[in-house]
């Protein structure tokens, strides 16, 4: 571990080295790409100067116990060796938890969408409520959302809704919420105050930029068509939304939400490219035998990652079995706590796998 540690540091003196040289700095892409490194192998080297410090100190006392005769002198030893042992088992932990290999799409913008599965109207109110959830949520994260492609419900809410999410880490973060959500409540619909189960499916895909797939545009058609819902007049009378069908695979996608077409288009193509990601992501993982189910699933009920019961006011993760009773809480945007225990359940089966140590 301490080998691997050296290496990071090692990497990490470099890279300000290289920050500072007069060709990189007027090179802004490699720039950034640089600056992002820098701050992600510093968050590593911080902790392993404190590691390798109480290393050092607990060398010392040990020393001190072997060699010094003084009564006094070993006792400040032992109680110095006793300070040290706990908080070291503790940042070993904390180490451990660093070296684990990151995903490096986990720094990348997110394609988010939510569409509504089995239980009708009340699914799409409820895919509505899904998106209002993760928009607060993101508001507290500092990030930029925006939506490019909707179908309304016929009774409120969403039959599907596409957003482009963009920030900090937003897809290592967001990429925990795929899945089936479902949803188990009284509907405003409803008479006789009868409680109905509901499922919305939820999809997070890092955004791709152009570099990382190589996509032939002579099998992508292009349509142009009129935006509909909100907008404003120019937007909804002029051919400014655009749909793009990969003809290969099927997979089509549209972008409506700006008044330029140039800027739906890039829009789209993003999409396109984080979708055909996703399937050869999918084809490589069946290849490698992933035992890997779809990130949608079928959209039932029954198949599902996390229940939002109104009745009880409770939210209930079950992939990790954790429940909480506060799904006002939760529904304004609260789930940040759900996120961290699947990253922390996430990277404890990663470190089984590779015994970092």
């Not at 009340?122 to 209002?132: T, V």
């Not at 029954?302 to 990790?320: E, F, L, M």
Request: aromatic share 6%; glycine share 8%.
């Amino acid at each position: 571990m301490i080998e691997k540690l050296e290496e990071i540091k090692d990497r990490f003196e470099e890279v300000g080295q290289l920050m500072v040289q007069p060709d990189v700095m007027s090179d802004m892409a490699n720039f950034t790409k640089l600056s992002k490194e820098y701050k992600d192998l510093e968050k590593v080297v911080v902790v392993y100067k404190e590691y390798a410090n109480l290393l050092s100190n607990l060398a010392s006392a040990k020393e001190v116990l072997q060699t010094e005769k003084d009564p006094e002198f070993r006792e400040m030893a032992k109680m110095e060796i006793d300070e040290i042992e706990p908080k070291l088992e503790k940042i070993e932990e904390v180490v451990k938890q660093l070296l684990i290999p990151k995903d490096p799409t986990d720094s990348k913008n997110a394609i988010l969408e939510i569409r509504a599965g089995a239980g009708g109207d009340e699914a799409s109110i409820f895919a509505g409520d899904l998106l209002r959830m993760y928009q607060k949520f993101g508001e507290k994260q500092g990030w930029s959302m925006s939506m490019t492609d909707f179908v309304d419900g016929t009774a409120g809410g969403f039959n599907k809704v596409v957003m482009n999410v963009t920030g900090d880490n937003v897809y290592g973060t967001l990429k925990y919420e795929s899945g089936v959500h479902r949803v188990q409540r009284v509907p405003a619909t409803e008479t006789q105050g009868r409680v109905h189960t509901s499922a919305a499916s939820v999809v997070v895909l890092p955004e791709m930029d152009d570099v990382e797939i190589d996509l032939d545009m002579s099998e992508v058609r292009r349509d142009e068509f009129c935006s509909s819902g909100p907008g404003g007049q120019s937007v909804n009378t002029t051919y400014s939304a655009i749909r793009l069908t990969h003809m290969p695979t099927g997979v089509v996608v549209q972008c409506q939400d700006q008044k330029s077409k140039l800027k739906n288009y890039d829009k789209a193509l993003k999409e396109l490219k984080s979708r055909l990601y996703a399937i050869e992501l999918e084809r490589h993982n069946a290849e490698v035998g992933a035992e890997r189910k779809s990130m949608i699933g079928s959209g039932d009920r029954s198949d599902k990652i996390r229940t939002y019961n109104y009745a009880q006011g409770r939210v209930t993760d079950h992939r990790i079995g954790k429940s909480v009773h506060n799904l006002p809480q939760v529904m304004a945007g609260d789930i940040i706590d759900f996120i961290d225990e699947l990253r922390i359940a996430e990277n404890a089966e990663k470190m089984k796998e590779g015994a970092i140590g």
